[in-house]
C-alpha cells in the first residue's frame, strides 16, 4: 500500500462556453502533474463549461457538447495521472452539476452535487437535479470523499463521505469574491475538518465571468484545522500537494503559504480582474469613457489601465459652459498621470442645437432636471459613437451610492457597456484613490505612483449640469448616505432600525423612496464587478413596479 499521494490543483481560469479550450487547459494541468509523478490531477466544479452558466447548461446541445469533450479527455489521459473535473451529466432527464473521474483512458466514477445553492448569484435549483448523497471512490488505493463547492458547506455530505470510508476530502469549486469571503469559506472548512477527522483540500478556480470573480486562493488543512497549504488570490496556480499515510491516516505535508491581499487591494485586484477578463473573453482590445474630472471617472480610468494598459484606454472630456477650469485641469492630470490619451469634444454647439429643436415644444417651460440630463445624453450620444466607429467597449462610472438612489441619467452617464465600481459606495471609492496612489503590484499594468491628483479626492463632488451644483444639494453627505444605503440595501434593516441607530427618519424614507423608484434605471443598467452580497443584479432582485414603503 503506497503511503504518498501527490495531488495536483490546478487553480485556473475557464472560459464560458469555451468547452475544447478549457479541456486544453486541463490537459496542460495534466501533462505538468505527469511530469511531476502525480497520482492524480483535480479541476474546479463545473470547469469544462465555465462557471456560473446559468440556464445556458440546461441546453441540450450544450451539456452534451461538454460531456463528450469529458470524455474524450478521458482517452487523451489514458497514460498517467487520474483526474477530477467539474461538468454536466444528463441521465434520465435530469441534469446534474457532477465532478467526473478519468483513469486509464474511461470516466471511472462520477459525484454528483446534493446541496444546490439558491441564494445570491446562484440558481442552480432552477438548472440542476440534486444527486443522492453518495461514497468515495479509489485513485489507486486511496479513496476520495468529494463535497463539490455547496456540499462542503453542510454537515451530511462531507460526514456520510466520513462514514463510507473516505481518507480525504478533496472539494472543487466555482465560489466567487465577496468581501470577506475567504474567511466564510476557511471557516465552513474547518468545521468539516473537525467533524470528520479527515485532512480536507479546497480548490478554487479564478477569473471573472460577467459580474463575479473568482478569486482563486485554494488551500488545504490538516485534521485539527491547521492551515498546511495556502495558494495565492487572484491568480494561475499549478501546484503539487503531498499527503504521507501515517498510523493515524493521511496527513498533507505543509508547503510555503500566500499571503493574502487585505480587503482594500482585493477589491481593487477584482475590479481590475473582472474588467480584464470581461474585455478578454468577449473580444474587446479597447475601452473608452468620459473622464469628468471627478473622482468616479478617475478611479474607473484607473481600474482600466491596470487592467489592459494604458494604450488601449481612450479618456474623453466633454465640457460644457457649467464646467470649471478645475475639472479640466484634473482631467488632463489624470490621463497626463496615467500615460493614456485624452482629447476634448465640447457639447455647448450640440447642446445649443438641441435646445433650439426643443425651443417650439418647451415653450413657456421654465429649464429644469430635462436641460441638465440634456448635457449627459449628448455625452453618452458622444461616447457611443466613438465606441460603434473605433471598436472601443464604453465604461460606465456611476458608483454604488449614485446607482442605488438614480443619482445618474439613464441613456447618459449610465450608457455603457461594463461599470467597474458599481459595487463600491462613495465612501470607499475615495480611499480606493487613496489605496491606489500609495500601492502599486506587478498585476497592475498602470504606472506607480499617485495616479489621482489629491484635489480630485478632496474636492467636493459635483455633476457639473448647472452653476455652482454639489451632489450635496440633492442628496445627504455621502457618508451618511452610505450608511443609510449600507442598512438598507446590505443589511435589509427597517426604518425603524435606522431610526434607532441615531438617522433622521425622513431623511432614511426619503432614500428608501429613491431607491425603490430607480429599479427601472438598474434593470437597464450595464453590468458591473460585484464585490459584496448584495451587489446590484442577481444578488437583490426587486420588482420594478412598487409601491410598498416601510410604514416604520
Same mark, same amino acid.
Not at 452535487?113 to 440558481?123: A, S
Not at 425603490?516 to 458591473?528: C, L
Given at each position: 500500500m503506497s503511503d504518498r499521494f501527490r495531488l495536483t490543483l490546478a487553480q485556473l481560469n475557464p472560459v464560458m462556453g469555451a468547452i475544447e479550450e478549457n479541456a486544453d487547459q486541463a490537459f496542460l494541468a495534466w501533462e505538468e502533474a505527469r511530469l511531476a509523478g502525480a497520482d492524480m490531477v483535480a479541476l474546479p466544479e463545473m470547469f469544462i463549461t465555465g462557471y456560473n452558466a446559468q440556464d445556458l447548461v440546461t441546453k441540450p446541445a450544450f451539456h452534451l457538447h461538454a460531456m463528450r469533450a469529458i470524455e474524450a479527455l478521458a482517452v487523451r489521459t489514458a497514460d498517467g495521472p487520474a483526474m477530477g473535473i467539474g461538468g454536466p451529466w444528463a441521465e434520465g432527464g435530469q441534469l446534474f452539476n457532477a465532478y467526473w473521474i478519468l483513469g486509464g483512458g474511461k470516466v471511472k466514477s462520477r459525484v454528483?452535487?446534493?446541496?444546490?445553492?439558491?441564494?445570491?448569484?446562484?440558481?442552480?435549483?432552477?438548472?440542476?437535479d440534486a444527486g443522492p448523497l453518495g461514497g468515495p471512490y479509489s485513485v489507486g488505493n486511496t479513496r476520495i470523499g468529494t463535497p463539490i463547492c455547496e456540499d462542503a458547506w453542510h454537515e451530511d455530505v462531507a460526514e456520510t463521505l466520513a462514514e463510507t470510508g473516505a481518507e480525504f476530502l478533496l472539494v472543487p469549486n466555482g465560489s466567487p469574491y465577496y468581501r470577506g469571503k475567504h474567511?466564510?469559506?476557511?471557516?465552513?472548512?474547518?468545521?468539516?475538518?473537525?467533524?470528520?477527522?479527515?485532512? =480536507?483540500?479546497?480548490?478554487?478556480?479564478?477569473?471573472?465571468?460577467?459580474?463575479?470573480?473568482?478569486?482563486?486562493?485554494s488551500f488545504a488543512l490538516n485534521p485539527g484545522g491547521q492551515l498546511a497549504v495556502q495558494l495565492t488570490a487572484m491568480e494561475r496556480c499549478i501546484a503539487h500537494v503531498d499527503l504521507d499515510r501515517g498510523p493515524e491516516g493521511w496527513r498533507?505535508?505543509?508547503?510555503?503559504?500566500?499571503?493574502?491581499?487585505?480587503?482594500?487591494?482585493?477589491?481593487?485586484?477584482?475590479?481590475v480582474q473582472a474588467l480584464r477578463d470581461y474585455m478578454a473573453k468577449t473580444g474587446f482590445k479597447s475601452v473608452v469613457l468620459g473622464l469628468s474630472g471627478g473622482i468616479d471617472s478617475a478611479l474607473v480610468a484607473a481600474i482600466a489601465v491596470d487592467a489592459i494598459g494604458p494604450g488601449n484606454v481612450h479618456c474623453v472630456m466633454l465640457p460644457s459652459e457649467y464646467t470649471s477650469e478645475h475639472s479640466l485641469e484634473d482631467a488632463a492630470g489624470v490621463a497626463r498621470a496615467l500615460g493614456c490619451p485624452l482629447r476634448t469634444l465640447p457639447i455647448t454647439g450640440a447642446r445649443a442645437a438641441v435646445t433650439e429643436?426643443?425651443?417650439?415644444?418647451?415653450?413657456?417651460?421654465?429649464?429644469?432636471?430635462?436641460?441638465?440630463?440634456?448635457?449627459?445624453?449628448?455625452r453618452g450620444l458622444?461616447?457611443?459613437?466613438?465606441?460603434?466607429?473605433?471598436?472601443?467597449?464604453?465604461?460606465?462610472?456611476?458608483?454604488?451610492?449614485?446607482?442605488?438612489?438614480?443619482?445618474?441619467?439613464?441613456?447618459?452617464?449610465?450608457?455603457?457597456?461594463?461599470?467597474?465600481?458599481?459595487?463600491?459606495?462613495?465612501?470607499?471609492?475615495?480611499?480606493?484613490?487613496?489605496?491606489?496612489?500609495?500601492?502599486?503590484?506587478?498585476?497592475?499594468?498602470?504606472?506607480?505612483?499617485?495616479?489621482?491628483?489629491?484635489?480630485?479626492?478632496?474636492?467636493?463632488?459635483?455633476?457639473?449640469?448647472?452653476?455652482?451644483?454639489?451632489?450635496?444639494?440633492? =442628496?445627504?453627505?455621502?457618508?451618511?448616505l452610505d450608511a443609510i444605503l449600507e442598512g438598507l440595501i446590505d443589511r435589509?434593516?427597517? =426604518?425603524?432600525?435606522?431610526?434607532?441607530?441615531?438617522?433622521?427618519?425622513?431623511?432614511?424614507?426619503?432614500?428608501?423612496?429613491?431607491?425603490?423608484?430607480?429599479?427601472?434605471?438598474?434593470?437597464?443598467?450595464?453590468?458591473?464587478?460585484?464585490?459584496?452580497?448584495?451587489?446590484?443584479?442577481?444578488?437583490r432582485r426587486y420588482p420594478i413596479v412598487n409601491r410598498w414603503r416601510d410604514p416604520g
Open positions: 454528483l452535487k446534493h446541496h444546490l445553492p439558491n441564494e445570491t448569484v446562484f440558481d442552480e435549483v432552477r438548472v440542476f474567511d466564510t469559506r476557511m471557516s465552513h472548512m474547518v468545521a468539516r475538518v473537525v467533524e470528520t477527522g479527515l485532512p =480536507l483540500i479546497y480548490l478554487n478556480m479564478i477569473g471573472g465571468q460577467d459580474d463575479q470573480v473568482f478569486d482563486g486562493a498533507i505535508q505543509p508547503s510555503d503559504k500566500a499571503m493574502l491581499p487585505d480587503a482594500w487591494e482585493f477589491d481593487y485586484h477584482v475590479m429643436t426643443l425651443a417650439p415644444v418647451f415653450e413657456g417651460l421654465a429649464p429644469d432636471l430635462t436641460e441638465e440630463n440634456l448635457q449627459s445624453r449628448l458622444l461616447l457611443m459613437a466613438l465606441s460603434n466607429k473605433f471598436g472601443h467597449m464604453l465604461l460606465t462610472t456611476g458608483n454604488k451610492s449614485e446607482v442605488a438612489v438614480g443619482y445618474a441619467t439613464i441613456y447618459g452617464d449610465m450608457a455603457g457597456g461594463y461599470n467597474p465600481i458599481k459595487d463600491l459606495y462613495k465612501t470607499r471609492v475615495f480611499e480606493t484613490c487613496r489605496w491606489r496612489n500609495a500601492n502599486h503590484r506587478d498585476w497592475m499594468l498602470g504606472p506607480a505612483g499617485e495616479v489621482i491628483p489629491p484635489r480630485i479626492i478632496s474636492k467636493p463632488p459635483s455633476a457639473e449640469l448647472r452653476a455652482d451644483q454639489k451632489d450635496e444639494d440633492s =442628496l445627504p453627505p455621502y457618508d451618511v435589509e434593516a427597517s =426604518l425603524q432600525e435606522l431610526v434607532a441607530e441615531g438617522f433622521d427618519a425622513d431623511t432614511v424614507r426619503k432614500i428608501e423612496h429613491l431607491i425603490y423608484i430607480s429599479e427601472y434605471k438598474r434593470f437597464q443598467s450595464a453590468p458591473g464587478t460585484r464585490l459584496t452580497k448584495r451587489s446590484f443584479w442577481l444578488d
